[in-house]
């Protein structure tokens, strides 16, 4: 149990190109989602938590007009890199936790390989 | 904010060894996970530790939440090549997690 399904896998677009990645836990219901990214040999970077039916919230130094977050169902969230450029590549994970509220752990996707040329 | 130290960074060892790898906190939490990443994928949950003193096992890996609630550690017992990956550990709170900076273990067959 507790599946979450990122996709695309991997993105190779030009610079300028808005880029749509998307959330989906599985087999359950996920009021919370998140979003991290990855540089290579580092550890996972926390850029917002998706909360459904209201706005995300973005850490410190994450724009949130780069990044537009949209968690408009209990099962999905989708995380846009608007206007991409080669800075942004960078492997994104999203994960989520079960339920409303809880200390339960977040189960991770299998994250999104973005290059921006 | 809360800051996860973790050690070793990374550990080469030979097929069949032990491995032993901790993470501490200054803060107090309520709640230890363990992560494992293999490279290209995200990280998938190991073991979750929820009381303070609790030892819980996976198979060949164990892990303990600290009587401090400070750190925590893991065991992998008879290491094996498909052990190869980034360890982390992790807090949560109210679902939020911070991250330990991962050990990188390579098992050498």
């Known amino acids: 149990g507790a599946v979450v399904s990122q996709h695309p896998s991997r993105v190779i677009c030009k610079s300028g190109t808005s880029v749509k990645i998307e959330c989906r836990s599985l087999?359950?219901?996920?009021?919370?989602m998140f979003w991290y990214r990855q540089f290579p040999k580092q550890s996972l970077m926390l850029m917002a938590t998706?909360?459904?039916?209201?706005?995300?919230?973005?850490e410190q130094g994450v724009e949130k007009d780069k990044f537009l977050i949209n968690h408009a169902s209990l099962t999905l969230s989708t995380l846009t890199v608007t206007s991409a450029h080669p800075e942004d590549s960078s492997f994104y994970i999203c994960?989520?936790?079960?339920?409303?509220?809880?200390?339960?752990?977040?189960?991770f996707g299998d994250g999104t390989r973005l290059s921006i040329l | 904010g809360q800051q996860l130290n973790q050690s070793p960074q990374s550990m080469f060892i030979q097929e069949g060894e032990d491995v032993s790898m901790n993470c501490t906190s200054s803060s107090i939490f309520n709640t230890w996970l363990w992560y494992k990443q293999d490279p290209g994928e995200g990280p998938v949950l190991l073991i979750a530790l929820y009381k303070a003193g609790e030892l819980t096992s996976n198979g060949r890996l164990t892990a303990q939440f600290g009587i401090t609630r400070k750190d925590s550690f893991l065991n992998i017992s008879a290491s094996i090549p498909s052990d190869v990956g980034i360890y982390f550990c992790a807090n949560s709170n109210a679902g939020k997690s911070t991250f330990g900076d991962g050990t990188t273990l390579t098992v050498k067959p």
């Open positions: 087999d359950f219901q996920a009021t919370t």
């Open positions: 994960s989520a936790v079960p339920g409303r509220y809880s200390n339960q752990p977040q189960h």
């Open positions: 998706s909360n459904e039916g209201s706005k995300a919230t973005y």
